[in-house]
């Protein structure tokens, strides 16, 4: 078995992480939290300890590391002794952090794909960039290095894995919906950093058709989805990471991912797209000083982490899965609804953060368990889906099922 875990980054996500963390550390052991200021891990560790989350009495200690200096990140692996990485820092950090443990021998997980800072959008599929050109080290190594293991990705792709082992026989489309049908009462925010998510936004946008990576703009296709609890949505198309993983397992399959937005949030991404504030190259203002515009907008909108306490509603993610059973046409949508203000009250974070950071902390218990520590590299859809979504119910992410026979709830046996 292994145990105790660090945690890396200290966001909204984080939080959630610490808290799940806590409430389970009878199996994870002692708990560190680290990010490149100190300050945020202690305000975390005092929500854990305000909330009286520890399951028993043990370790939760703070600590400040650059994350992007891998030498320092495997000092701090073993000085803590964790044999457990959870990496919900900034995705510019994945590839460093995943060095490290492959140095020490520590299991590794994240929640998004890596990016490089000076690059958007790059050539599918975006694994193979980079993660992906870990696995052999990481087999070598014998690390468990579970990658995009959030909600979308990470959930979302078990939930495939479950379609193709539960419901149907043959798969051939998945639709990925995420709808956050919730208001936080800002003008203007995003749901997490600000940098990340316009990042996600304003490159093309890749699904995979026809045998094919298909190329859209932004917006260019857009839909309505009927679903439980939050009705009648309209979502579009949009590049996405699990897109990139699934049409590897499922390359017969059309894979697409679709998220919900309303008109302002369009109107706004439009205006500061079009103005250049979007970008992520410097520029130099009239006074000589050379800002990156996008880190420019991220300082002036609020802190996600700031919405939770107002934040109302509910999101509704899951997978259309269409394809046959007994030789005839079926579909199935398997899915989740988290609500914000039970996530806030539970655990200080709204529901977008809930919903990306219960998940990595399921296979934390799993790998320390040993159901999950396979000892490679190995993307959701890759591992047996059932004790992962058994864990997710008893944990706070309920998982439904509907299809001919109804809507239902999952639990297996």
Known sequence: MKKNVLIIGAGGVAQVVAHKCAQHNDVLGDLHI???TKSKCDAIIASVEEKGAMKVPGTFAAHAVDAMDTAAVADLIRETGAQI????GSPFV???????????????MDTAIHEDPGKICETPPWYGNYEWKKREACEKAGVTAILGVGFDPGVVNAYARLAEEEYLDTIESIDIVDINAGSHGKWFSTNFDPEINFREFTGTVYSWQNGAWQSNTMFEVGREWDLPVVGRQKAYMTGHDEVHSLSARYPQADVRFWMGFGDHYINV????KNLGLLSEQPVTTAEGQEVIPLKVVKAVLPDPASLAPNYTGKTCIGDVVRG?????PAEVFIYNVADHKEAYEEVGSQGISYTAGVPP????????????DVRKMANVEDLDPRPFINLLNRIGLPTRVKDAAGDRAVEFG
């Open 34 to 36: 680290a990010s490149r």
């Open 85 to 88: 990485v959870v990496n919900v």
């Open 94 to 108: 994945n590839m460093s952090v995943l060095d490290a443990c492959i140095q020490t021998g520590a299991a590794y």
């Open 269 to 272: 991404f439009t205006v500061l």
């Open 324 to 328: 046959t059973k007994d030789g005839k």
């Open 361 to 372: 902390v399921a296979a934390a218990i799993l790998i320390a368990n040993g159901t999950w």
